[in-house]
């Protein structure tokens, strides 16, 4: 999975696309990763609300999946407008949080600031007093110290893959349990920076959160796992899991400049662009001239009624010829 994420990423870095295609990829992955996280919050945002937020106008009503969004959104342009190096401060994971619960109803002594001592003790009913017997080192310094150790561990190794890096950011914010809200999100919003701070660059066009999204349920199951076994807990399985959605949202990621070397090459194509698992399908029949949809099926690992898809827009962007009818179709390029 890790050299398939680095073949695309190289293929991204060899491209150059202009500002507006850039800027309109933001904008779609933003809105869908910003629906995506309201749903794994267990939040529901009414087509009222993304319409407030399309707007940014938010001064005539609020609810919590509102407030959410709104927190969530500074916190994409905060991270959005952040040098490489800041990225990758353990002070950025505070700064992050603050302003995604700068909105909601929460103490604003929690917003931004590692669990108080009085978060952690267990304080029993609040009829009742509780009578703390023995406390050894302060949790909220346990904390501090954890957060400190996952940021200079993450700096400083350089034997473990940045890829994989990522993962393990996503899931310690989590793991460590930090702040009092949230740090699921907090978590894979880092491991995000984490990613943009090594020049992957296309993380903020990527809708990742439609794939956590489409596996919540999955993603919650493996890291609660993953916890439950701490310290010294096998986060393979998370790892795994991270990559492979990483992998996937990469696939559907568009390239601006496909177009301008298909032009180029065929004036008569249209200006839609391809994704990098289309490109692979277009490669394959460049490769294979006369070949058909179960032949390219079994040759790149993409089913059937998805191949056929694809090759219907190839030909509708004057990308291939198409030959015979039903079963007997082939194709090649023009």
Not at 31 to 45: E, P, Q, R, Y
Request: net charge neutral; aromatic share 8%.
């Amino acid at each position: 999975m890790i050299r398939n994420v680095e073949r695309i990423h190289m293929t991204w870095k060899s491209r150059h696309s202009s500002a507006t295609f850039l800027e309109n990829q933001r904008e779609e992955a933003g809105m869908s990763s910003l629906v995506s996280c309201a749903k794994i919050a267990g939040l529901t945002l009414s087509s009222e609300d993304l319409s407030s937020i399309k707007r940014q106008s938010f001064d005539s009503f609020s609810n919590p999946a509102l407030d959410f969004s709104r927190g969530l959104l500074e916190a994409y342009d905060f991270l959005n407008s952040a040098t490489q190096d800041e990225l990758i401060q353990e002070d950025c994971a505070k700064k992050v949080h603050e302003k995604l619960t700068k909105y909601m109803s929460v103490p604003e002594t929690q917003k931004g600031e590692y669990r108080s001592q009085d978060d952690m003790d267990n304080k029993g009913s609040a009829a009742l007093p509780t009578l703390i017997t023995f406390r050894t080192t302060n949790p909220n310094e346990l904390v501090a110290r954890s957060m400190a150790a996952l940021f200079r561990w993450t700096k400083d190794n350089e034997d473990v893959d940045d890829l994989v890096k990522a993962a393990l950011m996503a899931y310690e914010v989590y793991a460590v349990d930090a702040f009092n809200s949230h740090v699921d999100t907090l978590g894979r919003l880092m491991a995000g920076a984490y990613l943009k701070s090594r020049g992957y660059s296309w993380i903020q066009y990527l809708k990742l959160e439609r794939e956590f999204e489409l596996r919540h349920r999955e993603m919650q199951q493996i890291m609660a796992q993953c916890k439950m076994r701490r310290p010294n807990e096998d986060i393979t399985p998370w790892v795994e899991f991270y990559l492979e959605c990483l992998l996937h949202a990469l696939e559907g990621l568009p390239f601006d400049t496909s177009y301008e070397q298909i032009k180029s090459a065929n004036p008569s194509a249209s200006d839609e662009t391809l994704s990098p698992r289309e490109e692979r399908v277009l490669r394959f029949i460049e490769a294979n001239p006369g070949t058909r949809s179960g032949e390219i099926s079994q040759g790149v690992n993409i089913p059937v009624p998805t191949i056929k898809k694809m090759v219907a827009k190839f030909y509708r962007m004057a990308l291939v010829n198409r030959f015979g009818q039903g079963r007997g179709t082939h194709y090649a390029m023009r």
